[in-house]
């Protein structure tokens, strides 16, 4: 009876203290991960940019990593991560720890037009939206020589004839300004895929195309006509041209950047990467460097490019199943 008593009593006693050193353990863990997010960051950034160096992702992106990095105190590793319009590095970006050091720079197709196009792995649950850091409206644009003078013209063109319309690939935002045009102003146009740039100005300088969706140099680069700004305020640059907003039409199309975390990353973590964001935009070397680029500023916290960027992605997604590019 004494032995049996004493087994049983030992086994007790084992599991008490088994279940006394996992408790204890898990409240380590615990008082580990609050310390580790309270000293964030605490080591190296690693930054990925899904386009190739040099490239009009790859540029705002480093001046931004430079702000973040001396505002943060530690140094953002910058790397380049191309393939298949971006979906290659966002995949891999959404699959690494996240941890609040793995973070990406990340431009709107590869956010969300391509998950849709490619049936990516990925989808607008897996980020976290930290900030917007750059946004640059289209401005729908005409050949130099060309007899449309305004909006009104450009609808009463399309009624009429044929308007052919270029831009980048299939699916690009280009395309999507395209469609959005047609579907808000109630007509229909041809798009003329291409490579993209310069094959753009060789349509529409060749006589082959009409239109296009283009940035702000649209004349000291190709010499272009505009016809208004799809935002929602006029542009610095061209106080000239209206609005879409101003003639009945609420067109905004835009080509934007921003910062992305995987989802899972710590609330406390992504409060401090927004409020660095915010001081990173704002500092005089990030204008600088920005205006030297002819490139445009704009800051979203992440309360409001989360939301920002979930409509996005909603919004592309259904123009493009409409489009009959997606089913």
């Not at 190739?52 to 991560?81: C, H, K, Y």
């Not at 990340?106 to 980020?127: E, R």
């Not at 061209?238 to 934007?256: A, C, M, R, Y």
């Not at 710590?266 to 927004?274: F, N, R």
């Given at each position: ?27 380590a863990?615990v008082?580990?991960g ?7 960051p ?7 940019i ?17 702000e973040?990095?001396d ?17 290659v590095?966002?995949?891999?970006l959404?699959?690494a ?6 973070l990406g ?24 939206p930290i900030?917007?850091v ?24 399309a009624n ?11 699916g690009?935002?280009a ?6 045009l ?21 349509e ?20 272009w ?5 799809m935002?929602?305020n ?8 209206p ?15 921003g ?14 990467l927004?409020?660095?964001?915010g ?24 309360d409001?490019f989360?939301p ?20």
């Amino acid at each position: 009876m004494n032995t049996r008593h004493a087994k049983t009593t030992g086994l007790a006693g084992f599991a008490r203290n088994a279940l006394r050193a996992g408790m204890t353990a898990a409240v380590a863990l615990v008082v580990a991960g609050a310390t580790n997010a309270q000293d964030y960051p605490n080591r190296a950034i690693n930054m990925l940019i899904p386009f190739g160096a040099g490239g009009g992702t790859d540029v705002p992106g480093r001046f931004f990593a430079l702000e973040m990095e001396d505002i943060l105190g530690q140094q953002i590793v910058v790397s380049n991560v191309a393939g298949a319009g971006g979906t290659v590095g966002a995949t891999q970006l959404s699959q690494a720890d996240p941890d609040g050091y793995n973070l990406g720079f990340m431009p709107v197709g590869t956010m969300t037009t391509q998950p849709h196009l490619k049936k990516t792995s990925y989808n607008a649950d897996s980020w976290i939206p930290i900030c917007m850091v750059s946004q640059g409206p289209f401005y729908l644009v005409v050949g130099q020589d060309s007899p449309i003078q305004s909006v009104d013209d450009y609808v009463a063109a399309a009624n009429s004839s044929n308007i052919r319309f270029a831009g980048a690939g299939p699916g690009s935002m280009a395309h999507l300004a395209q469609l959005t045009l047609d579907n808000s102003l109630g007509i229909t146009t041809q798009y003329i895929p291409t490579k993209g740039g310069g094959d753009i100005a060789t349509e529409i300088n060749g006589g082959r195309a009409e239109a296009t969706a283009w940035f702000s140099d649209f004349d000291s680069r190709f010499g272009w006509k505009g016809l208004a700004i799809m935002a929602d305020n006029r542009s610095n640059e061209h106080p000239d041209l209206p609005t879409f907003s101003e003639l009945g039409n609420d067109i905004q199309v835009s080509v934007w950047f921003g910062f992305f975390a995987p989802q899972g990353t710590p609330d406390d973590i992504v409060a401090t990467l927004s409020g660095a964001c915010g001081e990173a935009v704002a500092t005089d070397r990030f204008k600088e460097n920005m205006a030297g680029a002819k490139r445009l500023i704009r800051y979203m916290s992440t309360d409001e490019f989360g939301p920002f960027f979930r409509n996005a992605y909603e919004l592309n997604g259904q123009l493009l199943m409409d489009a009959g590019l997606i089913k």
